[in-house]
């Protein structure tokens, strides 16, 4: 069984290069420490939706990276980022930045849920305003 301070340890590891929406190690502390925390306090749905978080941003990760490998070795003719020609090329790129972009409201949405239930069993409000700052 996981303890609050070890949970802590975990969690405060994670600096500006360990951030969740960048790297997948920040993900797995948040995971560790969500997981230690809901352990703790014996409500599963905490990790439940930290794991859901975690695994839309890292399929949103995939899917961005893609969009963006894809965008730079189109044959398109282009200028910097933004590509001219027909609508029908450009289609593809809004339809998956579209993508990317629901999949890390997804993740946000439900990094938010855990950070505010982890809010309500601890009892520190803090938890519920300041946890969208990941």
Request: net charge positive; glycine share 8%; with cysteine.
């Amino acid at each position: 069984m996981g303890t609050l301070s070890s949970a802590k340890t975990l969690a405060s590891g994670r600096d500006s290069r360990l951030r969740p929406g960048i790297s997948l190690v920040g993900w797995i502390l948040i995971l560790l420490a969500t997981k230690e925390i809901s352990e703790t306090v014996q409500d599963k749905t905490i990790f439940d939706d930290a794991l859901l978080a975690g695994i839309t941003a890292v399929i949103g990760a995939v899917i961005g990276a893609v969009l963006f490998v894809g965008f730079l070795f189109s044959p398109r003719p282009s200028v910097g980022f933004f590509p001219f020609g027909s609508l029908a090329l450009f289609l593809p790129f809004l339809v998956i930045l579209g993508a990317f972009w629901v999949f890390t409201i997804i993740s946000a949405v439900f990094l938010k849920r855990s950070y505010e239930k982890i809010s309500q069993r601890l009892n520190v409000s803090a938890f519920a305003t300041a946890g969208c700052s990941t």
